[in-house]
């Protein structure tokens, strides 16, 4: 009986790890010009218009400019403590306020205490925040080289390649350092966590955790995670790095600076804005009902208080949380795709999911792609579909923002992120994972 062909037989001599690290390289690069080019050129013949392009923001990255999104806030509020240290921080009159905890202006006050001035410090933060862009990459290639290597394998240079230009051109990462956002050493954080997951460090994992709640207090649902899955080398190691953060924060500002962050977390979810950069679904519903701004952006400016939408937010955010928390993964449990889960949740799960919030999920990418659907174990297609939601800078769709129902679609990334759930859920653990000996 003759036997059907092979891929090996098909294309001789090229084993299928080879063909798709090129398709995955022509993918990047097609994606790239698709999304920039491409765009560019539908906004002009289609829409008869300009259209806001990423491209301003890679040249503010290699012109080492940044906005002070982030640090603007965060470094008036160290600095009205260190002129008024009596009234209470969170109160303090600014152009912007902290809506972090104070755990996270921690190395800004010590930046001050050693008498820096607010521009050097705006540009130590500005220089550590482009190296943090570029340890994201060389983390998204080293996670695919360790995945490959555990196979008994090399990483190819197209693979190499593909991964160091997706990484790069991943929409939030940039974004992140041009707005000046905290948020790009949370990428690093979170990459790294997905790294030490990966290869068994347990201790070290647990302390990443820590750090991502120390500046956005819904990572702590990953400690959560960690002890429902008995992980407990990472729950005592992400506790005590929490312990450590909490005492120097109390030393240096005080009990009582501390515990009003829990009066701002409280009304966070009531200050959430629907300008189409926030993908979450407050923002979609808002959009839907036209319920506040839209393509304009204004800080102080909050939609009027609409119960429904308010408590439908709540309601998918829990349906989400329990989702990543309760899902029946069986012998699954604890898996680097569980991981994945829980880390995609703590971004969408909460009335403010912005673009740059998204940057978090390009070491799951990577991971999910080279341990298993680089083998044909998955779907790759949908995987590829999510890659554009979430990576891409869909900024035509933004057109659709007078439509009714159609400007659902302005919420792209939420989809994607949703979709990238789909494929964490039911994805077979072929790759390295944390044994679960190992992390008890």
Known sequence: MAQSAT?????????????????????????????????????HFVFHTGVDEMRIRYWHFFHFWQATDS???????????????????????????????????LPLLWMKRAG???ASVYRALMIASWLAVWAVVLLAVIIAKEVVRCRGDRLSWQAAMATALGAFFFMSITLAFSLG???????????????????????????????????????????????????????????AT??????????????????????????????????????????????????????????????PFVPWVYYTTLATSAALILLALAYPWRE??????????????????????????????????????????????????????AWVLIADFLSPLNYFAPFPVLNVLQSYMYFGALLLIWLLLRTPELAPTLKKSGGQ
């Open 181 to 239: 956002q905290a948020q790009i050493f949370l990428d690093v954080f979170f990459t790294l966590l997905l790294l030490f997951w990966m290869k068994g460090n347990p201790r070290l994992a647990g302390v990443t955790m820590a750090l991502l709640t120390m500046v956005k207090p819904q990572f702590g649902l990953l400690l959560l995670w960690t002890a429902l899955r008995r992980r407990w080398s990472a729950l005592f190691a992400g506790f």
């Open 71 to 105: 640090w603007g806030p965060m470094l008036g509020s160290v600095n009205s403590y260190l002129q008024h240290p009596t009234p209470p921080i969170y109160q303090a009159k600014l152009y912007d306020t902290l809506i972090y905890p104070l755990t996270s202006i």
């Open 116 to 118: 820096m001035s607010d």
């Open 242 to 303: 929490l312990a450590a953060g909490a005492v120097a924060s109390v030393a240096a500002f005080g009990l009582r600076n501390n515990l009003d962050y829990l009066r701002v977390l409280s009304g966070l979810s009531r200050k959430a804005q629907p300008h189409y950069a926030n993908q979450s679904m407050f923002g979609l519903l808002n959009r839907a009902i036209f319920n506040g701004e839209n393509l304009p952006y204004h800080p102080y400016v909050y939609p």
């Open 332 to 385: 699954r449990a604890g898996s680097m795709a569980d991981l994945g889960v829980m880390g995609v949740v703590c971004v969408i799960a909460t009335p403010m999911a912005w673009e740059h919030h998204y940057g978090v999920m390009i070491g799951i990418f990577v991971w999910l792609w080279f341990a298993l659907l680089r083998r044909g174990a998955g779907q790759a297609l949908w995987l590829a579909v």
């Open 7 to 43: 891929p090996e037989d098909v294309h001789p001599g090229l084993p299928i790890d080879a063909r798709s690290d090129r398709r995955m390289l022509w993918f990047v690069v097609l994606n790239l010009l698709a999304a920039n080019a491409g765009f560019k050129l539908i906004a």
